[in-house]
């Protein structure tokens, strides 16, 4: 006989590191050698969606990606985040009329299946998987029955699965605090402000075009540890008071001195990468020549309209202020034209109306005299600072009743 499957759909942000994480003191449960923070985008714009199905009748766990089905016991990180939510499942009860639907006691007759969809291109290197893991802990933990009491608990499962998934779990601007411990329990991820501390704050993010497959985090920073004695000299020294001073900066929201440190910071990663042996290079000619502008753009402006950060690969994270926000475009889609206009990527009309009648600073094309690179960025998004992860209606859900993919 069929048996009933139980099935929630939750969504998850990515979120971009103002001060980075880079470097294991345990790779195994990814304990970091330095704490980080960053801000989640807004999941309006990016996001993943995931839905769990648990039922008596399916006979092993299973996962889609993105329409492909992935070997669930292929991933040592994924079959972390099984097990560590297990071990703490308690009863599945309906969301609705409370009733216990799975009691404690008989998950172990239960297999689960996963559909997960990015709603941006995996392909362009945007924290996939901070968005995915942190997508995978929640949905799971909501499936079965973990309390909010265990948000702390969470956010080390989310942190198994991928360091940077702990901070995507909370909005806003969300510090992960390194630990001490071996055991990494209290490595975790803290919220500073949530999403409505800052609403001025507007983030652009510039999809530079890049065929070529980058160094993943995980294997770039390993070599990094093994082998740049500037890594270790950031963690140690430049690190803990740059964090001290980027949270009082976010808390008072003091732009000008919130993009210096994330532009310092995002530098600085990159210089321990240029000194990993052999060197990784993650930012390319458009990511430099991007660098190049922002500074130009600031000093044409007489102050700081915008910062900019460099994950792991060659993309760029600008983050303006409301009201800076027509200037920057103007001065990412001119000098940077994108492969697929600013038309077909930016939702708002009014944007889109100011972009057109705003004038770049008179000083800004003898600051940077450069050509334009014309396709060097693919497409330009515009989002601004969101929430955390979140339960979705079932009307959202990417399985069908039996459990499989509706897309694939
Ligand atoms: C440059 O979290 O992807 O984005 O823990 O091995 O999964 P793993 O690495 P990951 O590394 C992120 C590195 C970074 C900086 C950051 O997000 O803090």
């Not at 409370?98 to 941006?120: A, H, I, M, T």
């Not at 609403?199 to 890049?210: A, G, I, T």
């Not at 990784?280 to 753009?297: E, G, K, P």
């Not at 600008?318 to 939702?347: D, G, I, S």
């Amino acid at each position: 006989m069929q048996q009933p499957v139980f099935s929630l759909t939750i969504s998850s942000p990515t979120n971009i590191a103002l001060i980075k994480y880079w470097g294991k003191r345990d790779a195994k449960i990814n304990l970091p050698i330095n704490s980080s923070v960053s801000v989640t985008l807004n999941q309006r714009d990016l996001r993943t969606v995931t839905t769990v199905s648990a039922s008596r009748s399916f006979s092993r766990d299973r996962l889609w990606l993105n329409g492909e089905e992935e070997d669930v016991n292929a991933s040592r990180r994924v079959l972390a985040v099984f097990r560590e939510v297990r071990a703490r499942a308690g009863d599945l009860r309906d969301p609705k009329t409370g009733q216990v639907l799975v009691r404690k006691d008989e998950w172990d007759g239960l297999r689960v299946w996963v559909v997960s969809e990015n709603n941006f291109p995996t392909a362009a290197g945007l924290a996939s998987s901070a968005a995915g893991y942190a997508a995978l802990t929640f949905a799971l933990s909501k499936l079965y029955g973990l309390p909010d009491s265990l948000a702390d608990e969470l956010s080390c499962i989310a942190r198994m699965g991928s360091g940077s998934a702990c901070r995507s779990l909370a909005g806003g601007f969300v510090a992960w605090d390194m630990g001490q411990r071996a055991d990494g329990v209290d490595s975790r991820a803290r919220q500073v402000a949530d999403e409505a501390h800052w609403p001025e704050l507007q983030v652009l993010v510039l999809v530079v075009s890049d065929t070529k497959k980058t160094v993943s985090s995980t294997a770039g920073m390993q070599t990094s540890v093994d082998t740049s004695p500037l890594l270790a000299h950031r963690a140690a020294a430049v690190v803990p008071g740059r964090l001290a001073e980027m949270e009082a900066a976010y808390q008072s929201r003091d732009f000008g001195k919130v993009a210096e440190l994330m532009m310092r910071d995002s530098n600085q990663f990159h210089a321990t990468c240029l000194d990993t042996y052999p060197p990784v290079f993650y930012m390319n000619d458009a990511s430099r020549a991007i660098v190049r502008m922002v500074h130009a753009l600031n000093e044409a402006a007489g102050e700081t309209v915008c910062g900019y950060t460099f994950d792991a690969g060659p993309n760029a994270v600008l983050l303006t202020l409301k009201r800076h926000l027509p200037t920057v475009l103007a001065a990412a889609n001119t000098h940077f034209p994108p492969k697929r206009p600013v038309e077909a990527t930016l939702a708002s009309e009014s944007l889109l109306a100011a972009l057109k009648s705003t004038p770049l600073p008179p000083k800004l094309s003898s600051l940077y005299p450069l050509a334009p690179m014309r396709g060097a960025v693919s497409y330009i998004y515009h989002t601004d600072v969101g929430p955390g992860a979140m339960l979705l209606p079932d009307s959202e859900s990417l399985a069908g009743e039996d459990g499989t993919p509706l897309r694939l």
